[in-house]
């Protein structure tokens, strides 16, 4: 017969777990120090990680264009590329790991790291429930803020997302309980230092960037305390930037007033928790080309990771058309990279060069298939073209 009571005893002492671990990840985060200074490193190490499906290729790819435009910076030591493989699907099953202890190592011995897209297991799927790796790897390395622009001059749409990275209905995501066959509870998650720093990082970044608004998205009329938290927090750091204009927005309205083609225009800067801004990226995404065409930076303290938006893709290697993969979103990553560890000039040749290839001249098109050209061969276009408008 089922036991009700201690069922119900195993989930509050469950739910004690979890929180003492955030609790104790809170305090961690109060003792950060300063952001890394990369001009003061001898040598800055990126760490190449191709994931799995067709992350390997289109990460290499990115690689070799990086190795292009910052050639002279490797041929004296300044910079240095770090293969690591061993972030597989198959890997991280066998190890029963979103990162095996191995591979995360290794990230730690790297100052920034280029990541191709890894496969996270559904229900159904071949494979143990292990964490995203995505997930697993922002937490390790306390990558707390994912940045990611989206632009579309002709449509007027300047926006940039700093979506916090760590807390949110993703901190304990894997570690949910069913308390019986009828009842099953997740948990959302915010700490002050969470919000206040993911906060005073958008207003920053708007600052030196003269963007002029911070928006800040929530859904705290119905989620009053984590969300509520969250606004009030923004609102309150947003009161140290008296220049800049703060208004704040639920997300379900958000959504909407993305494709208001008059609305849209007043939107600068987003300050998002980690779910909401996990799918209001996604839609802004579409705007530009789709998730295909967008990377993002996810920065912490010490480390810093850049990566594509969209997944591994497994059907394409299953199909036999890996090759035909496109790189731009992880070459928009790659303009990120080069820009956090203060390449500014090699960023913007990139960031000029991908305009041009993917929207301007378009004299390849990748389309995934063997109509379209293949990722090397848009590589090499980048490369031409990054010579071509530097001459």
Not at 38 to 58: F, S, W
């Amino acid at each position: 017969m089922f036991d009700e009571k201690k069922a119900l005893d195993e989930a509050v002492e469950k739910f004690r777990s979890l929180m003492e671990a955030q609790l104790a990840r809170a305090k961690k985060i109060k003792e950060d120090k300063d952001f890394t200074d990369y001009d003061a490193l001898d040598t800055i190490v990126i760490g190449i990680c191709g994931g799995d499906g067709i992350g390997p290729i289109i990460t290499k790819e990115s690689e070799r264009v990086l190795a292009f435009l910052l050639k002279d910076e490797v041929a004296r030591g300044k910079v240095t590329f770090k293969e690591i493989d061993g972030l597989t699907i198959e890997n991280r099953a066998a190890c029963n790991k979103a990162i095996p202890d191995d591979v995360l190592e290794e990230l730690k011995s790297c100052h920034v790291i280029l990541k191709g897209p890894t496969t996270t297991p559904r229900a159904g799927d071949p494979w143990p429930n292990v964490e995203s790796a995505n997930v697993a790897m922002r937490k390790e390395l306390d990558l707390f803020a994912n940045m990611r622009p989206v632009r579309v001059a002709e449509e007027g749409i300047d926006w940039t997302f700093f979506r916090e990275n760590t807390e949110g209905g993703y901190a304990v995501g894997s570690h949910g309980v069913n308390i019986t066959d009828d009842l099953a509870v997740d948990f959302t998650v915010a700490t002050q230092e969470g919000c206040e720093r993911i906060a005073k990082l958008a207003y920053e970044y708007a600052k030196k960037n003269n963007k002029g608004k911070v928006s800040i998205i929530t859904k705290a009329n119905i989620i009053k305390t984590t969300d509520g938290k969250f606004l009030k927090t923004a609102q309150n750091i947003g009161k140290d930037y008296p220049e800049i204009v703060t208004d704040d927005w639920y997300v379900d309205i958000t959504t909407a007033k993305l494709i208001d083609p008059m609305r849209r225009k007043d939107f600068k800067v987003f300050v998002l928790p980690n779910l909401y801004g996990d799918i209001i990226t996604d839609e802004a995404a579409e705007f530009q080309g789709g998730v295909g065409t967008a990377g993002s930076a996810n920065i912490g303290k010490k480390y810093a990771m850049f990566e594509a938006i969209h997944g591994s893709a497994p059907r394409m290697i299953t199909e036999g058309r890996g090759q035909y993969a496109d790189p731009c979103s992880m070459l928009r990553a790659s303009v990120m990279l080069l820009s956090h560890i203060g390449y500014q000039k090699e960023a913007n040749a990139l960031e000029a060069a991908l305009d041009k290839c993917m929207f301007e001249e378009k004299r390849l098109t990748i389309t995934g298939r063997d109509n379209g050209c293949t990722c090397s061969e848009f590589g090499d276009y980048v490369m031409e073209t990054i010579t071509e408008m530097t001459k």
